[in-house]
């Protein structure tokens, strides 16, 4: 198990919604490129990325996200800085809402000390494995912040251990 764990959030059956798994699939790709890194779809499923969790120093989640940006716009956030505007019933393991898993890994302890979500602000979440054009012109990009956040964080972990 490496110390850091890049999370993928997403129904890619839901067009934009699997925007997170699109970059995760691109990310892990390339075998050996991201050293100390795994790598995790965790679909909708919550408990997923609750379960994999435990024993990370650093988690990073991709997600759709709507943030009131023109879609495509990818913003950094620490959980601290989201504010989650969702009502779930609670009633499904299926329910993803990313401050209740970070919530649910902190109260039983197993929460790396580092979180980092990206968030894509869809164009389009409707039935459809197509990407809208505002974020398929733009999946290199993202692939390249995210990617970009995973190689100074393994650099810096190598050079001060």
């Keep these: 198990m490496n110390s850091i764990l890049l999370i993928a959030l997403g129904n890619v059956l839901m067009s934009d919604e699997g925007i997170g798994v699109r970059v995760v699939e691109r990310l892990a790709a390339p075998a050996g490129r991201f050293p100390g890194v795994d790598f995790l779809d965790a679909g909708t499923s919550g408990m997923a ?6 024993g990370r120093r650093k988690a990073v989640f991709v997600d759709c996200a709507r943030m ?14 989201v504010i989650s505007l969702k009502d779930l019933p609670g009633l499904s ?21 580092e979180v980092v979500i990206f968030g894509i602000q869809p164009g389009r979440i409707e039935p459809g ?3 809208s054009p505002a974020l398929a012109s733009r999946l290199d990009e993202y692939v390249a912040r ?16």
């Design 49 to 54: 990325a609750v379960h994999a969790l435990p």
């Design 68 to 81: 009131g940006e023109p879609a495509g716009a990818l913003r950094r956030f620490t959980p601290e800085q």
């Design 93 to 113: 393991l299926h329910e993803g809402d990313l401050l209740s898993i970070l919530k649910l890994s902190e109260q039983l302890g197993e929460r790396p000390a």
């Design 129 to 131: 494995l197509d990407l």
């Design 146 to 161: 995210v990617g970009k956040e995973l190689v100074v964080d393994w650099r810096e972990q190598k050079e001060n251990p």
